[in-house]
């Protein structure tokens, strides 16, 4: 009986610096996990940043490109301009002439298809930065939400506040870039989309009338005919 006593005894002795082991490292092991969390988050925010980056340097690029081509488009429209007075005035000289006017008419959409051949590029440039800036907008969405519910955690750790503030740093440069590549597309292009809206709706205006001129045209020219019988 006291032999067992014994045993017991080492038995505990020795079974009590192992769970005295286990309870000291419970709490290193969390503080490890947590360190790596923070890493993943810091390198999230990182590689965000660096997308964004691209942002900058598209906006850059689209607006260098938008330069080059607002110089033809500058030069070719007050040409475009003067062409479509003469055939709208050359237009109304021809009243009573379906024929003429016609020829006018198909003239007209020539002139326009060449005018859009310069804007399109453009507008195509313009449809890409805002494509861009909606996707910012929806970073800046992302930002607020994760602020909002870090906040609502404890706040942000230090170890992940550098990333996060070079994130919303490069956030705030694109989202710049982007509006004043957007403004300046929209100074290039609104002589231009003035003069082409005014082609298409006196192309439209003219291409109903003639309905009626064809009819006329008919009509009188068949009296004339059966009179002279």
Known sequence: MQFQKVIFFILFCLLCPLASHGAENAPLAGAVNGTEQNRVLTRIWSTRADDISSFLEEADTLRDNAEKLAQPLSANLQAARAQFTRLS??????????????????????????????????????????????????????????????????????????????????????????????????TILAPAKSIRDGMTQVIGQIEASLVGVWEDYYITSSSNTLDAL
Do not use: C, W
């Open 89 to 186: 005035g050359l237009f109304q000289a021809s009243r009573g002439h379906p024929t003429e006017q016609l020829t006018l008419v198909q003239q007209m959409h020539s002139l326009q298809d060449q005018l859009n051949a310069y804007i399109s590029p453009l507008e195509n440039n313009a449809a890409t930065i805002s494509q861009r800036m909606e996707e910012v907008a929806t970073l800046q969405k992302d930002l607020r939400d994760f602020t909002a519910e870090s906040a609502y955690e404890g706040g942000i750790v230090s170890e992940d506040a550098a990333a996060l503030a070079n994130y919303r740093n490069t956030r705030d440069q694109a989202e710049k870039k982007l509006a004043a590549a957007s403004s300046r597309l929209d």
